[in-house]
């Protein structure tokens, strides 16, 4: 066992935060800790500004192949640079959805033409992705997706068009993306995940509405998006038609969780503000919230040593132990830390700082962390996952 | 950066957990604890002649294997998946430990040869109910002629009835705090000292009160410098924490497994209760602990093994030693906990060993401090800007 990093990883730290420290000021200081849950929807055209800034410093898609662009970036640099950019107070990236899911699923799957097409402008941070996942009747359940695509041909050749119907929902950035991946079921007879195709659909066409969803912190993360027979070429399908579910579950391995040590600097922030805010107003006294500020404590740095075990693990990350808690054990964490929030500001956390409905940073993340719990597998799926696949015990029947 | 154990520390892992298996089976657990003793004495002589374990993080200078505390916690890890009962833990975790913190080059060399020769040993410091920290040492010692009187009366002292070679703490009168204390090693058959075993609700490690009535040693029995011997007696202290910790992460994972090993056989209504969705939910909660709880110990392993090496990580050995010790408090007790339950009926029973485990969580949570005396500790250097030792 090894906890510190290369002198070569450290110099690669050293290069990331002076490069930080020059560029995230002037024109760029308004978007500093902003964006990320519970603010996705500010200062987005100053936040896709910054992400062409970020790749003319070559700091976008570090982890892709040299040959696409990326700089082929091992994973100790890439926990630095997520942990470097999260210190600096770098915004919440709009870039994440094609840098992190989008490419990857087409360097691994996509033809030439797909990855000539697309990657430049995932790259270059002037084209936007959302996911087109979730729908109304597919939640946690997702391969029951019901929005269909129906193949017309043109030619012999293979050549035609997909028109897509449908409604997707739980659409972060929606309105802000040039495209979007979508699950769509290419034959109507199928069932479950068989019969699927993986789709990259322009969204600015007239078969594509996007329409907000206003959530109870009265702001709109999320949409839903209509579908109403888009159109997306034969070119633009990941796969083969009915090979969609495979390419999507190929897509969640990628992550190998990189940026959650970035996550877990923005979770420091959010609990240095609230140990800050009991030293002001006396909570630090109360033996009770002693105890509870010492526990987040303790489970952050967990969480910390938990990452540093998945990410040195072997190859196939997804099937280690460690990796299989990570999502409800930051979840729940998290859902923690924001009702210990309230519970350090007391009587305040009532009062908001304005009308109709503005909501404190501390109070905005205590009603967004009821999401975390939920989205990307909910706690009761991620225990069903757990007691599955990790401990061995039977799977639930399925209707 | 490689947060996972070598193949040399996996090695060392798997020998342990093969020769445990055999020899620290239910049968042997049983018998060993229902002696006095507390463990089985050729047994013991066996692991130090054939296994060596008892001279893991010794250094080779004095007879030992050289290793370090990653290696020494892989193994302590499945000690407790087994319940192995021995005087491994006093001996090789106080002992060694406060020899090699707190011993002079002359005590080193003269003890540690005498501890890889199979030598067991054990440390007090802690008075009836006073605590873990430098209150809790109450015994007194004075200056007398060449060397030192030492009265008083230790508790909670883990083979402390069956050790050879003691180390004590005691303060100077009139001192309180982390002032004033010194620490001592001894002879346990130095007149005036009497030895009581302390029948103990966890029956498989083994606790004694001692008491001190006008016990003399010689001037070379002080470790470090005398009065000042806090810091070090912390360090030894927190060291031990990490060492309990992992005692507590390998107990917490044999909970998990042998619950679900039964969950997997136990029918009612017509299926096996694995099978059932709140029962499930309860094992994945038990697992989550678990992992949970062992990156916590390997984190604070390795800051352990710098804290000895003098690197610049064992800075951070007491809040690594609080994080470990007490989040692995909780989640053995929890795992053992929801084992019982689990197991139903059966779990109340003497037969099934979920309940040696669920014993064994509560005295290991206690010892050296449980998860609220840590969460404080912390607390303090988070809230009140204290250094804490």
């Keep these: 066992m090894k906890l510190s990093f290369s002198p070569e990883d450290e110099q690669f730290r050293e290069e990331v935060a002076s490069w930080l420290a020059d560029n995230l000021s002037g024109e760029f200081e308004c978007v500093k800790g902003r964006g990320g849950p519970g603010d996705e929807h500010h200062l987005v055209e100053e936040r896709k500004a910054w992400e062409r800034k970020l790749h003319e410093g070559g700091w976008t898609c570090i982890g892709w192949p040299k040959e696409y662009g990326g700089r082929g970036a091992s994973?100790?640099?890439?926990?630095?640079?997520?942990?470097?950019?999260?210190?600096?107070?770098?915004?919440?990236?709009?870039?994440?959805?094609?840098?992190?899911?989008?490419?990857?699923?087409?360097?691994?799957?996509?033809?030439?033409?797909?990855?000539?097409?697309?990657?430049?402008?995932?790259?270059?941070?002037?084209?936007?992705?959302?996911?087109?996942?979730?729908?109304?009747?597919?939640?946690?359940?997702?391969?029951?997706?019901?929005?269909?695509?129906?193949?017309?041909?043109?030619?012999?050749?293979?050549?035609?068009?997909?028109?897509?119907?449908?409604?997707?929902?739980?659409?972060?950035?929606?309105?802000?993306?040039?495209?979007?991946?979508?699950?769509?079921?290419?034959?109507?007879?199928?069932?479950?995940?068989?019969?699927?195709?993986?789709?990259?659909?322009?969204?600015?066409?007239?078969?594509?509405?996007?329409?907000?969803?206003?959530?109870?912190?009265?702001?709109?993360?999320?949409?839903?998006?209509?579908f109403d027979e888009a159109e997306c070429d034969a070119s633009d399908i990941v796969g083969a038609p009915g090979e969609g579910w495979k390419v999507a579950m190929g897509l969640l391995g990628f992550e190998r969780g990189v940026s959650t040590l970035g996550q877990q600097m923005l979770f420091q922030n959010e609990f240095d503000a609230i140990v800050k805010l009991a030293k002001a107003n006396g909570a630090a006294q109360n033996p009770a919230l002693r105890q509870r500020i010492a526990e987040a404590h303790i489970g952050l740095r967990i969480m910390r040593y938990n990452s540093m075990r998945m990410l040195s693990g072997g190859e196939d990350g997804s099937l280690q132990k460690e990796a299989m808690i990570y999502k409800l054990y930051w979840a729940t964490w998290h859902r923690n830390l924001g009702k210990l929030a309230m519970d350090v500001m007391g009587q305040e956390s009532e009062i908001l700082e304005g009308a109709p409905y503005e909501l404190g940073r501390l109070q905005s993340m205590y009603l967004f962390t009821r999401s975390d719990t939920i989205y990307g597998g909910t706690n009761q799926i991620q225990r069903n996952i757990i007691a599955e696949r990790a401990l061995g015990m039977p799977r639930e029947p399925r209707g | 950066m490689d947060f996972a154990f070598t193949d040399e520390q996996q090695m060392i892992r798997d020998t342990a957990e093969s020769f445990l298996s055999e020899v620290s089976t239910s049968e042997a657990v049983r018998?060993?604890?229902?002696?006095?003793?507390?463990?089985?004495?050729?047994?013991?002589?066996?692991?130090?002649?054939?296994?060596?374990?008892?001279?893991?993080?010794?250094?080779e200078e004095h007879g030992g294997m050289g290793l370090g505390y990653v290696e020494l916690v892989a193994m302590l890890e499945q000690m407790g998946r087994y319940l192995f009962c021995s005087p491994f833990f006093s001996t090789v975790c106080l002992g060694v430990n406060a020899l090699l913190v707190a011993g002079s080059e002359e005590q080193r060399a003269q003890y540690l040869p005498e501890i890889v020769a199979g030598k067991t040993a054990t440390l007090a410091y802690a008075a009836a109910n006073g605590g873990w920290g430098s209150d809790a040492v109450t015994a007194t010692c004075a200056a007398d002629g060449e060397g030192y009187r030492i009265d008083g009366s230790y508790r909670y002292v883990t083979d402390g009835h069956t050790a050879e070679l003691l180390m004590v703490a005691a303060r100077a009168d009139c001192t309180a705090g982390d002032e004033g204390i010194s620490l001592f090693v001894l002879p346990a058959d130095t007149p005036g000292i009497t030895r009581t075993w302390l029948p103990?609700?966890?029956?498989?490690?083994?606790?004694?009160?001692?008491?001190?009535?006008?016990?003399?040693?010689?001037?070379?029995?002080?470790?470090?410098?005398?009065?000042?011997?806090?810091?070090?007696?912390?360090?030894?202290?927190?060291?031990?924490?990490?060492?309990?910790?992992?005692?507590?992460?390998?107990?917490?994972?044999?909970?998990?497994?042998?619950?679900?090993?039964?969950?997997?056989?136990?029918?009612q209504f017509g299926r096996v209760i694995a099978s059932y969705q709140a029962v499930k939910h309860k094992a994945a909660d038990m697992m989550l602990k678990v992992e949970a709880g062992r990156s916590a110990l390997y984190y604070a392993a390795c800051v352990a093994d710098e804290a000895l090496q003098g690197g610049s990580l064992g800075e951070g050995l007491v809040e690594a030693a609080s994080i470990a010790k007490a989040y692995c408090s909780d989640a053995y007790f929890?795992?053992?906990?929801?084992?019982?339950?689990?197991?139903?009926?059966?779990?109340?029973?003497?037969?099934?060993?979920?309940?040696?485990?669920?014993?064994?969580?509560k005295s290991t949570e206690t010892f050296l401090g449980d998860a609220s005396w840590h969460r404080e500790r912390i607390a303090r250097q988070l809230l009140d800007g204290e250094a804490v030792a």
């Excluded at chain 2, 029973?349 to 669920?358: A, G, H, N, R």
């Design chain 1, 75 to 226: 994973i100790e640099q890439q926990v630095i640079f997520n942990e470097e950019y999260a210190r600096a107070g770098g915004p919440g990236r709009i870039g994440h959805i094609g840098e992190t899911l989008a490419g990857p699923t087409i360097i691994a799957f996509g033809s030439d033409a797909q990855k000539q097409k697309y990657l430049p402008g995932i790259l270059r941070g002037e084209e936007f992705w959302c996911q087109g996942y979730s729908e109304p009747s597919a939640g946690s359940d997702l391969a029951n997706v019901k929005t269909k695509a129906v193949f017309e041909k043109t030619d012999e050749e293979g050549a035609g068009t997909w028109r897509i119907s449908g409604q997707k929902v739980w659409t972060s950035l929606a309105h802000e993306s040039e495209f979007c991946f979508v699950i769509a079921r290419t034959d109507p007879q199928s069932v479950a995940h068989k019969g699927l195709g993986f789709f990259l659909v322009r969204m600015d066409q007239p078969g594509v509405t996007v329409r907000p969803i206003e959530q109870l912190t009265g702001t709109s993360e999320f949409n839903e998006v209509f």
């Design chain 2, 200 to 267: 103990t609700m966890d029956q498989t490690r083994k606790q004694a009160e001692l008491v001190f009535d006008g016990v003399t040693v010689g001037g070379d029995a002080l470790m470090g410098e005398a009065g000042r011997a806090w810091p070090q007696l912390a360090r030894v202290l927190d060291l031990a924490r990490v060492a309990v910790a992992a005692d507590q992460v390998g107990g917490a994972q044999q909970s998990l497994d042998i619950t679900v090993d039964y969950l997997q056989e136990r029918v």
């Design chain 2, 334 to 361: 929890f795992n053992a906990g929801c084992g019982i339950q689990l197991h139903g009926g059966v779990g109340f029973t003497s037969e099934y060993d979920i309940q040696l485990y669920f014993k064994r969580a």
């Design chain 2, 31 to 59: 018998a060993a604890m229902a002696t006095e003793r507390g463990y089985d004495s050729a047994l013991w002589e066996r692991v130090c002649q054939e296994m060596f374990w008892q001279a893991i993080h010794i250094p």
